[in-house]
């Protein structure tokens, strides 16, 4: 069985920074994409960033040269380097993984996080 677990959310003051981890653990052959989507109060889920296997990355652009995403492959973890947050960041962000597990047919299959709660607030 495969499982996502997010960590690293939490309340933070504008300009202020937070890393998210997204670890993924089970029986997974293999990761292809990362990413995070977000979804804030009475709007639509967004994407916000993704990085494939070979680090290639893509950022909404409220979020470019602020956010920064990384994955670890030895580990199963992505990483959102969250840097000068402003209160737009607010929402519950969820990370997924596009993965291949043993138990897997056919193309890769899309997990999600839990959800994490980014509150930038002063």
């Known amino acids: 069985q495969v499982q996502l677990v997010e960590s690293g959310g939490g309340l933070v003051q504008p300009g202020g920074s937070l890393r998210l981890s997204c670890a993924a653990s089970g029986s997974i052959v293999s990761i292809y994409a990362m990413g995070w989507y977000r979804q804030a109060p009475g709007k639509q889920r967004e994407l916000v960033t993704e990085i494939t296997s070979d680090g290639r990355t893509n950022y909404a652009d409220s979020v470019k040269g602020r956010f920064t995403i990384s994955r670890d492959n030895a580990k199963n973890t992505g990483y959102l380097q969250m840097n000068s947050l402003k209160p737009e960041d607010t929402a519950v962000y969820y990370c997924?993984?596009?993965?291949?597990?043993?138990?897997?047919?056919?193309?890769?299959?899309?997990?999600w996080g839990q959800g994490t709660q980014v509150t930038v607030s002063s």
């Open positions: 997924y993984a596009d993965l291949r597990a043993v138990t897997t047919r056919g193309p890769a299959t899309r997990y």
